[in-house]
Structures are given as structure tokens and as C-alpha cells.
């Protein structure tokens, strides 16, 4: 299994950014898949889950509104679009296998 998230940076507050991760080595279009973050100094929080067709969605209420999940299949890429960002959304965002297996995370920083 090899998962391996681009697309983070430096941001300023409301602004947005997409993060890919791309994945390969096990049957991605049939599993569900998660992006996970991690804050500095506190633990791994969920932030969003999507089936293995792509047609549901969760998120938790800290970013519902305005992170969407989504995949591509054909390309075996899954994708985090992030707006309105906050301070409070730095962190190291993971994407994630229902079975634990995460990449090396990419860095999501906001600030002015």
C-alpha cells in the first residue's frame, strides 16, 4: 500500500486549498477512504470519510461546509478541497485506509 498526499502550504485565513493523495499497491476504487489530520502537539482527528463509488460523504461538524472529499477512481487519486481555511486547520493532513495505512501526511498552514 502506498499513499502519497501533495497539494498543502502556507494560506491565509479564508483561503483554500486542494490536496491530492495518490494511492497505489491495493484496490483503491473498491475501498473506503479518509483524510485524517493532525495538529501540533494533539492527537490524529478525522476529517472526513468517502465510499468506495464516491457517493457518500462524512465529515464532522468542525469543517462540514467547507472541506469536500471526492475521488477519481480512474486515476486512483482522492482529493480534499478546503475552504474558507482557519488557524485552527494547521495541521499534517493524511489520507487514510479504512484497514490504518496513511501516507507521510503533507503540511497545511494558515496564517497571515
Known amino acids: 500500500v502506498q499513499l502519497v498526499e501533495s497539494g498543502g502550504g502556507l494560506v491565509q485565513p479564508g483561503g483554500s486549498l486542494r490536496l491530492s493523495c495518490a494511492a497505489s499497491g491495493f484496490s483503491f476504487s473498491t475501498s473506503r477512504m479518509n483524510w485524517l489530520r493532525q495538529a501540533p502537539g494533539k492527537g490524529l482527528e478525522w476529517v472526513s470519510s468517502?465510499?468506495?463509488?464516491?457517493?457518500?460523504?462524512s465529515y464532522p461538524d468542525s469543517v462540514k461546509g467547507r472541506f469536500t472529499i471526492s475521488r477519481d477512481n480512474a486515476k486512483n487519486t482522492l482529493y480534499l478541497q478546503m475552504n474558507s481555511l482557519e488557524s485552527e486547520d494547521t495541521a499534517v493532513y493524511y489520507c487514510a485506509t479504512n484497514a490504518g495505512n496513511r501516507g507521510q501526511g503533507t503540511q497545511v498552514t494558515v496564517s497571515s
Open positions: 468517502i465510499s468506495s463509488g464516491g457517493a457518500s460523504t
